[in-house]
Each structure stands twice: as C-alpha cells, then as structure tokens.
C-alpha cells in the first residue's frame, strides 16, 4: 500500500482505489494506511469506511475466521475509463463514452474481483482508444475465458468486431454463453472448449488471463494463431514474471506497449512486428 494521494482525490474516492487494487484488504490494514495517508486532511478514516459500507460501495467478506474489506461486486463498479461491470439484474446509467458488461457471478474466474482481470480490462480499454483504428474489423481470441468478462469488453467496446471465447471447462463455457447472452452479444462470440492447439486461425487479438508458464507456452506456438501486426493482452503474471514474458514475447516479434502492475500482479500488451 504505497500508492500516494493526489490532492484533487477525495478521500473516499482514494479508498476505493485502494481497496480495489488491493482486491481485499483487513480492516486493520486499511486504516493503518489511510491513517498515514490521509493524516494532512483531518479526515476521519473511520467514519469514512463505515460510511462506504453503508452506502453498498464496500462489503465485508470472511474466509478461515479472518474479516476482510472489498468492492462491492453486487452493484456496478468502474474498473477503468470506458468499461463498467455490473450484475445482470443491476439498473446502471451509462456514463458518456462508457460501456456496462454484466456478468452474473458463478463458479468461472472473471468476475472483476482479482487485480489481473481488472489490469486486462484496462488494457483492453487503453488498446481500443489509443492503439487500434476504429474502423478496423477485429478477430479476437480470449484463451481460457472463464466467465467470458474479456471478451465480451473487447466486443462490447467495438461493435464492429467478433471472435472466439475458449475454456476447456465446460462450466466456464455455459457462464461464458450465459453472460453473452445477458449483453446480446452472442451472435459475435463462438464459446467453445475445444483446446487451442486444434484452432489454425491468425487473429487480430489475442487475449489471456493465465498464468506465466501457460502463457510462456503460447508464446511458442503464437504464429499459429497471430499474425504481423496482431496484439496482444496479456495478464495473470506476477510483476515478477512481466520482463521474462517480455523477452519471450521479443523473441516472437512482439514488442510491449503497455504494462501495469497493481499489487504484486501485472498484465501487459504486446504488439507483433515483422
């Protein structure tokens, strides 16, 4: 918890980055920082919290007799500029230039709680404002989609593109359908569990929240499912393992455009050359 505090952030607004970022923090561990942090603006850290419990902005989990502070996941969260995450069943007010994905909680990874799917979000997000025309035509493929969260932000921020979701869990796969469904997505998404070593199709972009060694075994087959000027997303690393992914992604051709770590996780992108 090192992060400082620009003077124009309200406090409870920093809170909520803190704790985001952190994924979940003990109550203890959470005031111990704001108390440090926010110590020049008088502010009253405890009644802050409580304040953000009340109002549905954080909720209190448990696990092994230990209480914890977190997003509430049960109501729409901004977990980057253009992308807003909320329940199916949610009423949510898009905000200019913002998109909402609902994803219904189950059993598939995804739902925006763990730090690298936020990171691959925000990639994502940073790709399709900054990077990628938006006249272009996108084939996309999220490896490993669990509750499909990244592909459908992929589709959901250009209409205009269309791909394949593949887990080898079936169970992900029927989260996966069920959530392209919940955003009428599902004409542009294939979900399948066929393993991607039997897909023989260049994409423009290829998305995967794994872990290092599964990615690192991507890395080595990418031209297969890449081509010259594809990108790529790439998360579920630990900010120790970005600069090795980095140098296996050079030796494919694939130089880093962007990287992000939040507490001890990482995601890059990556862009293919000649």
């Known amino acids: 918890m090192n992060q400082s505090i620009p003077v124009e952030v309200p406090a409870d607004q920093y809170i909520l980055q803190l704790v985001a970022d952190c994924g979940r923090v003990t109550p203890f561990e959470l005031r111990k920082a704001l108390k440090k942090r926010l110590a020049h603006r008088s502010c009253p ?6 304040q953000l419990l009340a109002a549905g902005e954080l909720a209190y989990t448990y696990e092994f007799g230990c209480s914890f ?9 901004q977990v980057s500029r253009r992308i807003v995450l909320s329940g199916p069943g949610m009423r949510q007010e898009n905000l200019p ?3 909402t994905i609902k994803i219904k909680t189950g059993a598939a990874f995804g739902s925006g709680r763990h730090p690298t799917t936020r990171l691959a979000l925000q990639a994502l997000d940073w790709l399709t404002a900054d990077q990628i025309k938006t006249t272009d035509r996108l084939r996309f493929i999220d490896i490993g ?5 990244l592909a459908l932000a992929i589709a959901g921020l250009r ?5 394949m979701a593949i887990d ?3 169970c992900a796969c029927a989260e996966a359908r069920e959530n392209a469904a919940f955003n009428d997505l599902q004409p542009r998404i294939l979900v399948s569990s066929q393993p991607v070593a039997s897909i023989n199709e260049q994409f423009d972009l290829l998305i995967a929240n794994l872990r290092y060694p599964t990615l690192c075994d991507l890395m080595m087959n990418l031209d297969q499912w890449t081509h010259a000027h594809s990108y790529l997303v790439l998360s579920g690393i630990r900010d120790d393992e970005v600069d090795g992914l980095i140098a296996a992604g050079k030796k494919k051709a694939a130089h880093c455009v962007w990287r992000k770590c939040r507490h001890q996780w990482a995601a890059v992108a990556l862009r293919r050359h000649h």
Do not use: H, Q
């Not at 850290?45 to 409580?50: A, F, H, L, P």
């Not at 502070?69 to 969260?77: K, M, T």
């Not at 989609?145 to 969260?149: M, R």
């Not at 209409?159 to 791909?163: D, E, K, L």
């Open 145 to 149: 989609t669990g509750s499909g969260v």
């Open 97 to 99: 230039d913002t998109i």
């Open 168 to 170: 080898l869990d079936r």
């Open 159 to 163: 209409p205009a593109c269309s791909g």
């Open 69 to 77: 502070l977190e997003i509430n996941y049960n109501r729409p969260v």
């Open 45 to 50: 850290v405890g009644d802050k919290i409580r």
